[in-house]
């Protein structure tokens, strides 16, 4: 059980959460600030005639346009279906739980003044798996994803749709099979639950995550390659990075010394006086990458223990105040990073893959025994190429667009959203670029019997070997392919990671 609390909420315990499926519950502090704003919030609204915006007033352009106190709930209402626009492909699995938890995160703090039934329904449906119907399109990431979080709110007011264990059904359902009863959304709560950027927060969360695993998996990757090309390993002799000490190039040069430490193959006398690039510049290039995602981390670490809604409520300080939290350019601009960082994993993959094809170094060109009849692993290269060119082309940055909204009111956006898309599905690109590397140097590997390469890359290869066994003749190698996505999603438990 993990109780959302004030405390900063980590990346990593982000991650324990996700994989291993825990409950979660407010804790005491949590629920008094949520209530303690709430009050305020009630006492400031009863006697009072002052406008605040989005609590009794319209939207967006509609700010000047005050409503009366007997119709702020159905304002809040209207608010959450009208900005139900979401199109195109739903939001995954795992990206619509993180909304659920950074939207519980974000309101616990207590400066949103929602009611504490409408919290802890949002963690009701965390706890339960029930996943709102949310699409991938809509959001400007400014004035918060409005319309994917107007998705995420549908079902707490008994509409929109749900997934409970991949089925898709009426959130009303699900509502009454629980016994619930929808909430009733009072005054400001509409927006709270509207505003923010949960959307971009989920989404970069999410690829963080998996750019740890893809960072150390193009360092496994390369060293199985390295020594499948008989490569040198002078390159990745402490000495030369220490003079030019960036963090991500130190660290990427010793987990490569480390993956090959006593390999015979990289020992063994070489003919070759220089390696190509793809090889001899992995540190400087994951190292790259790596101190790419380290800055990216900072950033949403900050962001998901951040209150990103609008106006926030100081009931402390006696302030309502209307500002600009919402806005994603900060997350636009780092997943905008993250993207091309991520894809340069890929693109210096795919031309090791290539180099091992190319009949090089006592290799068999293609790698296969019997070339002519056999193709080998010539069509792999060319997938890998078209996956990295897809990726290049995703990443063209989204943070420097904007179109003007809302009747010129919100009249500079960040594109944050398509910023954080754009970054999935280049983190799903980049891992099966990987995964062809992987296989096509496991298959070099086989040339270089009886030779071995080190105990970490040997352990590997030898479990690897149980689920795709070497290339003897064509085959349908798509299937390989995807298995090998598989098994590398699961190296995790792996020895090597002992020595990265």
């Known amino acids: 059980m993990h109780h959302i609390s004030p405390d900063p909420l980590t990346l990593e315990r982000v991650g324990e959460i996700l994989i291993s499926g825990s409950k979660i519950a407010l804790s005491t502090e949590a629920a008094q600030r949520i209530e303690h704003c709430r009050r305020y919030l009630d006492n400031k609204l009863a006697p009072s005639g002052e406008t605040f915006y989005g609590i009794n007033t319209g939207f967006g352009s509609l700010c000047n346009v005050r409503i009366e106190h007997d119709e702020l709930e159905q304002l ?18 795992d990206v619509v739980r993180l909304m659920l938890l950074l939207k519980i995160q974000g309101l616990s703090q207590g400066y949103s003044g929602v009611q504490l039934a409408t919290v802890q ?11 709102p119907v949310i699409y991938q399109q809509g959001s400007l990431g400014a004035s918060g994803d409005l319309a994917p979080l107007a998705h995420l709110s549908l079902p707490l007011i008994g509409m929109g749709e749900v997934r409970v264990k991949g089925e898709k059904m009426p959130a009303v359902n699900v509502l009454k099979g629980h016994g619930w009863q929808p909430i009733r959304l009072q005054s400001k709560e509409g927006l709270a639950l509207l505003n923010g950027t949960q959307f971009c927060q989920a989404y970069g969360v999410w690829c963080l995550l ?15 390659s390295l020594d499948a090309f008989d490569c040198r390993l002078s390159p990745f002799n402490e000495l030369l990075h220490k003079i030019r000490p960036h963090e991500g190039q130190l660290k990427t040069a010793e987990a490569i010394r480390n993956l090959l430490k006593n390999s015979e193959l ?47 409520i100081f009931p402390d300080d006696d302030f309502i105040l209307s500002g600009g939290n919402f806005h994603a350019q900060p997350l636009a601009l780092a997943l905008d990073y993250l993207a091309i960082a991520l894809a340069e994993l890929g693109s ?25 009849l056999n193709s080998g692993f010539m069509i792999p290269q060319y997938t890998a190429a078209s996956i990295v ?55 070099a590997m086989e040339f270089r019997r009886p030779l071995q390469s080190s105990e970490a890359v040997e352990n590997a290869l030898a479990a690897y070997r149980k ?21 590398l999603k699961g190296l995790r438990n792996m020895a090597f990671e002992n020595y990265s």
């Open 76 to 93: 809040q209402l209207n608010l959450v279906m009208s900005h139900a626009c979401g199109m195109g492909d739903e939001v995954p699995a």
């Open 121 to 131: 329904r949002l963690v009701d449906f965390f706890n339960h798996g029930i996943l």
């Open 210 to 224: 998996e750019a740890r695993r893809l960072y150390d998996l193009a360092n496994l990757t390369a060293a199985v």
């Open 266 to 312: 990289s020992l063994r006398e070489k003919t070759a006086v220089q390696d190509p690039y793809s090889f001899r510049c992995v540190p400087q290039v994951h190292g790259a990458s790596y101190d790419a995602i380290a800055h990216v981390e900072r950033v949403f670490s900050t962001e998901i223990n951040s209150v990103t809604d609008n106006p926030t």
């Open 348 to 372: 210096i993959s795919e031309r090791r893959t290539y180099q091992l094809i190319s009949g090089q170094r006592g290799l068999p060109p293609f790698l296969t025994k019997n070339g002519g």
């Open 389 to 443: 060119s897809q990726a290049k082309q995703l990443c063209t940055p989204a943070s420097v667009d904007s179109i003007v909204s809302s009747n010129g009111q919100e009249d500079h956006v960040s594109m944050g959203a398509n910023a954080a898309t754009k970054a999935w599905r280049v983190v799903k690109n980049v891992e099966r670029v990987l995964a062809i590397e992987f296989f096509t140097a496991t298959q």
């Open 467 to 487: 689920v795709v066994p070497m290339v003897e003749e064509d085959r349908i190698l798509s299937e390989d392919m995807e298995a090998t996505v598989e098994f």
